[in-house]
């Protein structure tokens, strides 16, 4: 009998062979699970392959920041920048007095100059097309016509679209909409009646402030007391800078010196090689002498010293008269955070001459400085014209009190609605409620994120500004943009998760649970809560795990919602801190990675920062494997 080929073998000759229908689908699926596998080990093999390199590369570049005096003038800088946000501090609870005794005469003022701004704003197009026009000097008298009358047109809608004014009379705010409904199309003079309201807000903050010149005196003589040492700064700034820069320049060249010979070494065309070698010859790498700034910076040591302790001898004799007392709420809050900023300020001034003291350029940098900086640094500072800081504190905190906030919302909602669904509802309710919820996964990220700007952040904005929420902590908010909105929403794209999973955990108790429940005379509520959720306890457990998987990684929302602040919020607040910007780790990856060089340092810290999120959800998936075994158990 002849050969067959593989085109003409029968299903017998398979059969016969063992390629069985059964054996093939198992081979499929088995390859199918072989390459998953093989996938997930190529993507842990590139997080490794491009973070691991970063702790070497930011190694050399805090090396880099203390070899060229950096490290010495951000000892000082620090203390700069602290004095800097206190004035600013005090500059606003000023202002706030102030501003707060004219509350009436500012609303009047910022309504009245709100018409005028939004009326401007409406009739803008034909206004700036009559500008244009005029400028030219050789369009025809009927082409003018036709803007005017279509400014004529607009004069009704812009109108109706004006805000209201409940500081202002009826009277008053029609004395303003005829000035404006009056003024030429070329015409942009502020109707009277708005500049004499703006010129009573302007008497009135003059009068209110006449108080407290002598708080005005005090808060200035606070900000001239830290120019000594905003000098000092300023003038090693300089030096140091272009040290820093002298040393980054030649670790450069020979970074690609050094890729050059390599590449060279494995080309095997003489032509080629040797070109490579020129270009690597080129690189020439002139070794910067750091000796004279180091001895610049020894020659500052004791003026730095001494400028620090004459700072806060003098801020220790002016602290007593920089607490004011303010009458108005938003001045005293701020008075309250200068009360606690302060202590901790006068603390750092008396510990930095010992710092400065300390400082030695030649003290090497170990690795293990690195690794510690990335974890603890609460500095994430890319781009600048200073030293770059890879610090993963805030962006872990913004994304652990996003997950908080989202799961505290979430999780009673989802496995109330999937508990409600499997025991309490009718075969209707079933059809309309779990199709509904599951029909959220499919609402895109980004709509989602559009909707908590314009739905939840801007009117919950609003209402913590009502008087009778005052009592609240973190009201009135100060960002629409915060950790609790984008908690809401995250809590509304976990949500489907969490429902469906824990909803299939108790459809398959089995039923002998309940009836056995109910043989006994338990109600329905008590055979629910202490047989079928028991029961299910371990693919709830799941269901959340999952669900803070989704909230833990998700990225467009809490890109276009919490803020994108990079700060550690502030905990003294209490649960005010929960109303704060923050970023995440997911949202630094998605802003920064497009915009950075492939290989630098700031592209490995992104990979570092994936790698770190990747160990996170391991970890909770090996804790949650961990608890389920147990359960069952």
Known sequence: ???????ETPPTTLLRRGFSADRLIRYFFASNAGLTLVI?????AFLLKEGLGFFPGYRRELEIYRLSGMEFVDLSRVNQSSHEQLASLFNRAYYAEINGRADRELRRTTESMSLVADFEDFTAPPRDSYLAVVKKGSVT???????????????????????????LSADERRSIIDDLLSREIENDKVPALAAQLADEYAIARETYAQPLRQARARIDAFEEAGHIVSRIVDDLTAKVKASQQAL???????????????????????????????????KVVV?????????ALMEKKAECEQAHKHLRDVLSAMQADLSFDYQQAEARKLQLAIGKAMPVYLSELETTPERLRAWDASRPV??????????????????GEWQDFYGILPLLIGSLMIGIVALTIAIPMGIGAAIYTNQFASKREKKIIKPVIEF????????????????IGEPLRELSTMPFLSWMPG????????????????ALMSMPTIFSLAEDALHHVPSAYAEASEALGATKLQTTFGVVVPAAFSGILAAVLLGFGRVIGETMVVLLVAGNRINIPDFTAGIGAFFQPVHTMTGIIAQELGEVPAGSVHYRALFMVAMLLFAIVMGINSTARHFTRNIKH
């Open 1 to 7: 009998m002849p050969d067959l080929s593989p085109a």
């Open 40 to 44: 997930l080990l190529l993507i842990i």
């Open 141 to 167: 008298q009927e082409v003018m016509k036709r803007i005017k009358e279509r400014y004529q047109e607009l004069l009704p809608k812009a109108v109706s679209m004006l805000p209201p004014t409940p500081s």
């Open 248 to 282: 980054a320049k030649a670790d450069r060249l020979e970074r690609d010196r050094a890729t050059l010979l390599e590449a060279a070494a494995e080309n095997k065309n003489p032509a080629e090689r040797e070109k490579l070698l020129k270009e690597a010859e080129k």
């Open 287 to 295: 070794v910067t002498d750091i000796h004279p700034i180091t001895a």
């Open 366 to 383: 170990p690795l293990s400085d690195a690794v510690i900086s990335f974890l603890t640094d609460k500095r994430w500072l890319t781009g």
């Open 440 to 455: 959220i996964q499919a609402i895109p990220s980004v709509v989602l994120g559009f909707i908590g700007i314009f739905i």
């Open 475 to 490: 009201f009135p908010i100060e960002e629409r943009l915060n950790i609790f909105t984008a908690g809401c929403l995250l």
